[in-house]
């Protein structure tokens, strides 16, 4: 495109030639400035014409300049180069771009961390920009870049505009695209299908390849731009269909397209508490427009199908900001910090399109400055070991796993780290099903499997050649041509298609490996010998692992927790698990919505962690039990995860100088609550114990506090003053300073005499239980209780000689106990206990007779006026009689007998039941006599019902005469089913009956007087009667038997 060839002059060069000439011969007066250009308008095929302006009309001289195609020194004599966004962000912080160069952005609306820090560091760097992009709204780059002006192109031709339908996302889209297969190769039609996944675009390729007359395909990130020349070049001919994700969308330009097919979904990484996350969402209006736009205004009968849940509206899209993605994810922004920290540069000052979140900043400059990467000055600088990690073109994490391993001096292992660095996601080199019996394996370990993946690629096609750009990785068979039975593929690719492998990654490995290599200066090793397969256990495997856990630069995951992200899993394709691992975690939405992470990594052997784990003291957790030495509370931690939390025992000396200070209080707390025989202050403990017991057991007694009792915190208190600054048993200078002091005997005499143990009660001696807090009990025996000697106890009280009001306690069993200091209530208690014990053991008699409560239920016989009385014992405080109380009650637990006789021990209780049963009983009696009222209802109006019937029986002859409208209520009246509920439905049907047979008597009295009239003969009469007249006098003679 930039070469001195011929190239047709462009819409945009056509359209804006001189508003740009006009911009590019103001650029060092005004500044940068941007080109807005519609799909199709030749923006990038008129860099050309703007290049040879900016330089005068100069031969262009021209380098490229990519991961692929390295810097030589042919390239410092050109005067364009064109390179990629991470290029240029290498050659910024190494100062090859200074302000007067001039930097033309292409695509600029594809944002990425790369380009995002590039431009961040270009305009530190004070260069001047010319920009451009599809349509978006170019008001972010405005501003951000300084263009003095944006010249905006369109080639969007109104009379092409495409027509636009939209269905429900839910829609099965395979089945879509077969519906209308006919119409497709009718039209030959030439579809470009966006879908969310490459595994859709793989899936529905796969699924429509043996459909006969089309061309189908799929093209995604993981495949070779190489693949979509055929369609650039137009060798596939209409029609075909290609399915592609969002990596197609821009600057495709294929050749007979007229139909586009859009998802609209997208997978995108956004950056949610420092973490990225893989979310799916709706495509943006930009990314719609650009899609639609490759047919919308320029192919002939042009249609866009949307596959939505949103109302959308494709016509009335406006173009909108970019989202960027660089500023809040803790790696990036570690880079940032790295590259920040060589240029010397504070990183919170760089001024970042998206902007840069300090928190987070400086969360990842504190994690690189621990990791032994920054210096901790206010402008952090690259310490020794972060020059040798910052220049390799990878992670920080694996940069130091790679120095590490070369200062191991291990060849196999720096190897193994280099391929695994290269790496950029352990299983993008696999599809979803891959063979894991090709001999690859390493269980236990996703990098060891990647890295075996690459090393047997190399080893079977792997080969090193020497071109313009010095040495790098080639693979024998690395080609693919045709498609479907016509494919044509090399012996990398086949063997890649058989195991499940992507080509495209394992070469993007080994361009990421040439790339590393060029970086530390070393020489990349022959492919065909010096990649040794790993195997599990193997020497090799085992200084791998060690290699990690020293390192300790990667994450870990413990117990399938990890600090920062909570619950991890492994990853589905993988191999490692998630107990004890390192690796690196991954975070994605779930369909609820919910955040999860994943995991890819190796496990750590347990001897291996527990070698390689750090140990730190958090705390003083107590004493040991001969109080000789003190327990501190260590954590142990490995790569910034706590795993265990222990205690660990050591003489006050060897105890850390900051815990010191605290050792006499731990101390004193150790012996106010040791219990450990055996030791030098174990006699003294136990005399003070005792001590400390019976000076509760008196305060009891006393119902108050006159002695002290030395609760934990005091006798604390007193052991801290007694031992006298020493920290262990054998510090303390006289153990008899230990000793509380002696209680007085005298007051402790004189609390045992007014609170005995005993007392004379009810004719004999009751112990005294003495509690705190509570007043003294004495407990009645089981033959007090027996023989009713509780009733002796004084109304006024039980008092001890201290004036103690005592609490009477009366059992009958395990379960049923009455206590109380008031005996009047106590008596109370237990004689309605005894009452109810007798009311239980009393055979209640039933009344009244069975037949007579069933007629009672009835609704018939007479309601019992009076409550029946009956006595069922003596009392038992009093000797007087207790009395029963029968009455007919509502039954509450059953409907078969609504009404039960029921005993009461209060009156009141049985006639309130009484007046119950005698208001449902008028309600049983109601229910009776509606009963039978709707009965004689129902006889009657089927009567009526049967002398309308018979009526109706008579021949149509007879009722030819008859109005229309009698006939009708006949009719009616025969077929109604007497199934009504009131007795006003029968009533009324009653009486329409008479109503119309009194109507049907005038009717035929008023034929046989017109027909006596006339002379005639009646002919319509019933054969049952000879004239109307008799059918009257039956009728009349069935009234009178009615």
Partial sequence: MLTNG???????????????????????????????????????????????????????????????????????????????????????????ISSSDLVVIDEIHQTSEHLELAMAFAKRAECKFIWMSATIDPKAYTD?????????????????????????KASDLGKFIRDRMDEIVRERRGIAVFVPTRADAEKYARDLSGVEGLHADFYHGGESAEKLRPFLTGEILRPFIIFMTIAGASSLNIQGLDTVIIVDETVREIVRGGVKCLEKHPLGANELLQMGGRVNGRAENGKIFIFSDRHLDFHSLKPEMPQFVLGGELEDLERVALICAKMGVDGRTLDLIGGIEHFAYIRAVAHLTRRGLLTADAVPLLTE???????????????????????????????????????????????????QNCGVVVAGSD????????????????????????????????????SGENRQVGEFIKWCDENGFVAREIKDIALAMRSVYRALGMTMPDPSSNFPIVIKDSPLCMKFLELLTKTQSLQFVYKEQNSSAGTVWANSLGICSARQALGTIQFFTDKKGRRRASFEGTEIPDEVLEKYASRVITGVAGMSNDGERVLMKHTASFAGEPITAMEMELS????????????????????????????????????????????????????KDLFETYEYVQLASFYFKAINGARSVSEIEDIEALRL??????????????????????????????????????????EMVSSNRWRDLPN??????????????????????????????????????????????????????????????????????????????????GDVSLWAYGAVSVNRWSNNSPLVFEWFREKRDAEVAMGEARKQFARFQAEVRDKLELKDAKESAEKWQKEIQFIRDLYDEFWARMPDDLCASLVKLCGDRLIFRFVSDFTDFSKLCETVIARVEQVCAELESEDKKKGATITVAPPRYSNPGDLMLAMAAGKKNK
């Avoid at 095929?45 to 810097?71: P, S």
């Avoid at 495409?162 to 269905?167: L, M, R, Y």
């Avoid at 220049?391 to 940069?399: A, D, H, I, T, V």
């Fill in 796 to 877: 006024e009280g039980v008092f001890l000689p201290s004036g103690r009001e005592v609490e009477i306690v009366v059992s009958f069993g395990a379960f049923t106990t009455f206590s109380s200091t008031e005996t009047p209530q106590l008596k109370e208690k237990v004689r309605n206990h005894l009452n109810l014990k007798k009311w239980e053991a009393w055979k209640k008699p039933s009344s009244p007779e069975a037949n007579e409560l069933q007629k009672i239920n009835r609704g018939e016989g007479s309601f019992p006026d009076e409550v029946q009385v009956a006595e069922y014992g003596r009392c038992a405080l």
């Fill in 652 to 703: 006050p000396a060897e105890v850390p100088e900051e815990y010191r200070d605290r050792l006499s209080d731990i101390f004193a707390d150790w012996l106010s609550r040791t219990t450990t025989e055996g030791t030098a202050v174990s006699d003294v403990s136990k005399d003070n114990s005792a001590r400390r017991e019976k000076a509760r057991s008196l305060n009891s007694r006393a119902g």
């Fill in 144 to 168: 951000y870049l300084g263009a003095h002006c944006v010249i905006e192109c369109s080639a969007f031709d109104p009379s092409r505009k495409a027509k636009v339908e939209c269905f429900p």
């Fill in 741 to 782: 002091p002696p209680l007085d005997e005298a007051e402790v005499s004189r609390v045992m005499g007014e609170n005995p143990d005993a007392i004379e009660l009810c004719g004999g001696n009751v112990p005294i239980k003495y509690s705190r807090h509570y007043s003294p009990q004495a407990t009645l025996n089981l």
């Fill in 385 to 435: 070991l972060g020059k040798r990690v910052e220049r390799l073109p990878l992670k920080s994490s694996w940069g130091e796993i790679i120095d590490a391993s070369i200062r191991e001096n291990n060849r196999g292992l720096s190897m193994i780290s280099i391929v695994c660095g290269s790496i950029a996601k352990l299983f993008g080199i696999t599809r979803r099903e891959w063979n």
């Fill in 6 to 96: 011929y190239i047709p002059q462009t819409l945009l060069m056509r359209e804006r030639g001189e508003e740009i000439e006009n911009a590019i011969t103001s650029l060092d007066i005004k500044g940068g400035f941007g080109v807005v250009s519609g799909t199709g308008t030749g923006k990038t095929a008129a860099l050309r014409d703007i290049c040879r302006q900016v330089l005068d009309g100069k031969e262009l001289r021209l380098d490229i300049v990519t991961r692929e195609n390295e810097a030589t020194s042919y390239t410092w004599t050109c005067n364009v180069l064109v390179i990629t966004p991470g290029i240029a962000v290498n050659w910024l912080k190494d100062e090859r």
């Fill in 447 to 482: 990098h060891l499997t990647a890295y075996n993946i690459v090393a047997t690629a190399l080893g079977k096609f792997g080969v090193l050649k020497d071109g313009p750009n010095g040495f790098e990785y080639r693979f024998r068979g690395d080609f693919a041509h045709g």
